[in-house]
């Protein structure tokens, strides 16, 4: 029986790499948060050697003036799709750019409900997993707080519950640093293999950040 423990992995980025981001999204014309996506997307085609990944993400749910005085939690999941075909073989940016489009379409979307969704594809909304995604993202926003030093280490805790995802990746966005929190299910993934997959992870930030066309693991 697959067992649903879930463990936390906690790191940091630089704050150089956490700078280029920010500077590097200006200048595709997209989010840091699209960017960090992007490369989530990248690493688990590589990881999972599947062309064909759903990753989902929470929308705030407030989008007309009746829900934004209503007091209450209208919080949902949204899902954003990357296909791993030959627009990566073309640039980078381009497909950071689709995933950015992605995002946009997924929010605006939001009022279409994730078992709406499930539905009119005939899944089954479960209990100990979400069906069509295994995978989850979130960002933060952490400004106005201060963040740990963690000296650029990997912190490992058992987290002392169940997880519905495989992998959840909060990004707690503070003034000048990102600070990274996977949260995984333990009998899929070992300690090495989510600090190897992470490595990964932020080689390929740096390689987009420096304006490289070609990332490791895809070319």
Known sequence: MLTLHGYEVCFSLTKTLSADIQLTAKAIG???F??????????????????????????????GEIEEKMVGNFISLVTIRSLYDNSLNKSINDYINKIHKGVFQAIKHQSYQYDELLFSLGLELEQDSFPLTTFFISMLDKRGSRAD??????IHKPMGN?????????????????????????????EKDQENFWRNFIKKLKQI??????VCGLC
């Open 162 to 190: 169940d997880v519905k995802f495989d992998m959840m990746l909060y990004v707690d966005n503070y003034e000048d640093l990102y600070v990274l929190r996977s949260q995984y299910r333990r009998a899929l993934f070992s």
């Open 30 to 32: 997209c989010t840091p």
């Open 149 to 154: 030093n963690m000296d650029d280490a990997f």
């Open 34 to 63: 699209s960017i960090i996506l992007a490369v989530y997307f990248l690493s688990l085609h590589e990881y999972c050697a599947k062309d064909d990944i759903v990753i989902g993400t929470p929308a705030l749910g407030r989008i």
């Open 209 to 214: 950040c420096c304006r490289e066309e070609a």
